[in-house]
């Protein structure tokens, strides 16, 4: 049976030629959404599935030696086994590499890892890892040629950098509109059967095989990919970081009285890896140097990664990184983020400031302190991101297959749509027949919420009118 006879239409042949023209107006937006969108989306899903699995499961095979101490069996000897303090591995680490400066460390979240130590040398990042039991370096890695930068620079930038990134921005666009119109198109046709729900309608062959299977996971894929596309949005150049980010950033005014300096917190950030907070990292950083602050570590005390670290632990925090100063200006930096992984649970999220002579604290901002859409992303990039744990991971991982398997059905169907004997086209369906502006709500509102993809949308329609305008006969 013809599927457009599902469409529920009048007896009037007006009324369904108005009808039949709708549908094909969201179809025609849906297939040239589509063409732009899936190449992205098979990309943004390959990469994503490379770094989900990166921390759990790449690492290990790659590095077996140096994220890991040693075997399980002999974990228990080596706990008994006094640890070396933390300023004499940052000591350990600034001898073995005279010519680079350590950043940070990371706190291990289990006795059988070592301590990672952050160190700039020569302009590249590299990732020292130490055993605190021994007193040994372990080795080193250039995070920046990690198959996780790699992965991370094309999910981000295509590595072309501004350009990729608006490419990328434009297709998170034109993602809602193929959402929103694909949801549109299957109420049309299956509104009238609830069952098409729970399965597929099977024996369909060809063509139609593919549709019922693109339309089937599509539907159940939707609200899960709307989220991913929002909070990916948050990364972008304009929609992010010149709209969103920028109004939700924590506000500098709150270092009443304490200098600040003319670099943020995003110069934390190691090459492409994103560990600070998404609402500081444009938020300018606190400087050492002046009596301001609030009481912190006991005066008497020397202020060195021992003595800091103490504090941090004292007063709550468990996992972190600690950014170490690297200039007489500096501060050291306890930070908590679901978003590096380091924890799970976006209410611990916390960056603690501590001036590097005095100790006193410059800032100590958490959650409670974020906006509402901060607090947003602070539950919503660990999730995005597989972080929330295996069932998180495993989840994210079916979804992106899903993802993939449903971009790979649409390109079938497109490509099967082909005429034989003629010249590649776009197969885009004809909309004659139905009112021209009764849809346009569609683009018109995602192209608001993303004002790239409405740029893009106004030049596209201001060269089809000139290029229709040109075809006219004189």
């Known amino acids: 049976m013809n599927t457009l006879s599902k469409i529920p239409v009048t007896d009037n042949s007006a009324g369904s030629s108005d009808v039949k023209g709708r549908y094909n107006r969201l179809w025609r937006w849906h297939l040239l959404a589509g063409l732009y969108v899936i190449p992205f989306m098979l990309m943004l899903s390959l990469t994503g599935i490379i770094m989900m699995l990166y921390k759990p499961v790449i690492e290990p095979l790659i590095y077996p030696e140096l994220v890991r101490l040693q075997s399980q069996e002999s974990i228990s000897e080596q706990q008994t086994m006094a640890a070396i303090g933390w300023q004499q591995q940052v000591d350990l680490v600034s001898q073995a590499y005279p010519d680079g400066v350590v950043r940070q460390l990371l706190i291990p979240s289990h006795n059988a890892d070592p301590v990672r130590f952050l160190l700039k040398q020569n302009g590249a990042n590299l990732e020292v890892f130490v055993d605190p039991y021994k007193g040994e370096i372990l080795g080193a890695i250039n995070k920046d040629n990690t198959l996780y930068a790699l992965a991370d620079n094309i999910h981000g930038t295509l590595l072309l950098g501004a350009f990729g990134d608006g490419l990328i921005e434009l297709s998170a666009g034109l993602t809602l509109i193929l959402l929103a119109t694909g949801l549109m198109m299957w109420w049309a046709r299956r509104k009238r059967q609830p069952g098409y729900l729970m399965k597929p309608e099977s024996g369909l062959k060809g063509r139609a095989s593919w549709r019922e299977w693109h339309t089937f996971s599509g539907f159940y894929l939707t609200v899960v990919l709307a ?29 009443s009285g304490i200098p600040v300096s003319d670099q943020n917190h995003a110069s934390l950030n190691p090459g492409v890896e994103e560990q600070v907070p998404w609402n500081l990292e444009l ?51 306890a930070i908590a983020a679901t978003m590096s992984g380091d924890i799970t649970d976006p209410l611990a999220d916390r960056a603690l400031h501590l001036d590097q002579y005095t100790g006193k604290v410059l800032s100590d901002v958490g959650y409670d302190e974020y906006s509402l859409l901060a607090k947003a992303m602070a539950w919503g990039i660990p999730l995005h991101m597989g972080r929330w744990g295996n069932t998180n991971l495993i989840i994210n991982l079916l979804l992106c297959l899903g993802i993939i398997g449903v971009s790979v059905a649409g390109f079938v169907m497109w490509w099967k749509r082909q005429p034989v004997n003629r010249r590649l086209s776009l197969g885009a369906p004809s909309s004659k027949g139905g009112p021209r502006a009764g849809l346009i709500w569609i683009p018109l509102l995602c192209g608001l919420f993303v004002p790239l993809l409405g740029v893009a949308l106004l030049v596209f329609w201001m060269l089809t009118k000139a290029i229709r305008k040109g075809s006219e006969p004189a």
């Open 227 to 255: 989220l991913f596309v929002v909070s990916g949005l948050s990364w972008t150049g304009i929609w992010g970081a010149k709209m969103v980010q920028a109004w939700n950033s924590f506000p500098a005014g709150v270092f």
């Open 283 to 333: 938020t300018p950083l606190p400087e050492s140097g002046s009596m301001a602050g609030e009481p912190g570590i006991p005066e008497g005390t020397l202020v060195n990664a021992d003595s800091v670290i103490r504090y941090a632990m004292d007063n709550g925090m468990t996992r972190f990184r600690l950014n170490l100063p690297t200039k007489p200006e500096g501060v050291y930096i």
